[in-house]
């Protein structure tokens, strides 16, 4: 497959973005959440190999993420309190009774993928899926999980390795299209709850 140039999530989140954004003001979380969303859908999908799930507990991430806000005085806080809820997250998904049971009704690609990679160790797979189908950078990567880059790039170099022939036989323009940033479905779902729970705390 030949991948081209990914989307990268922008740079460095600044104090003067995370002021507004700790206010709890909707429009200021989602302006900020929309730069990580593809870095958070891609970690849960990459645990639990459900895409439509994938997208239903990253919504859920965000919401504990929003429930900490007093927490983040700066960047490196809040990619870790981040990837703390999105691990949450992943445990409560992966012990949830009716995962299986929505294995036919989940996205077919998502699916496809799943089951192809799923002969790689997990953390290959995770390496794979985050940089590959959801375009995250092994900066980003190491930011958001608190591993050395070295680690990230070791890990990446043997998932490149272990690929499959199948998955490297997919368009690029076609697994793209799992990343939430490709339109505006997820960032709205996001909005949706974090304007409810501002409307709660305000009353």
Not at 26 to 55: E, H, K, S, T, W
Not at 103 to 130: C, F, N, P, V, W
Request: one cysteine or more; hydrophobic letters at 40%; charged letters at 25%.
């Amino acid at each position: 497959v030949k991948f081209g140039v990914f989307w990268p999530m922008p740079a460095n989140i600044s104090k003067h973005e995370l002021d507004p954004f700790r206010s709890g003001d909707p429009v200021y979380f989602i302006r900020i959440a929309n730069q990580v969303q593809d870095l958070v859908v891609g970690y849960i999908f990459g645990q639990i190999g459900r895409i439509d799930a994938a997208r239903r507990w990253s919504v859920e991430a965000f919401t504990c993420l929003y429930n900490h806000l007093d927490v983040l005085p700066d960047e490196e806080a809040f990619m870790l309190t981040l990837h703390q809820c999105t691990k949450n997250c992943c445990e409560k998904a992966k012990s949830d009774k009716n995962l299986r049971s929505e294995r036919e009704i989940d996205d077919k690609l998502g699916t496809y993928i799943s089951e192809i990679l799923q002969a790689m160790d997990a953390h290959e797979r995770l390496m794979a899926i985050l940089t590959y189908l959801f375009g995250s950078t092994q900066a980003n990567i190491a930011r958001f999980t608190g591993m050395p880059l070295s680690m990230v790039q070791r890990r990446l170099k043997s998932a490149q390795q272990k690929l499959p022939a199948l998955f490297l036989e997919l368009p690029l323009s076609e697994i793209q299209r799992l990343r939430p940033s490709r339109d505006a479905r997820f960032s709205d779902e996001v909005g949706k709850e974090i304007t409810r729970l501002y409307n709660e705390n305000r009353m």
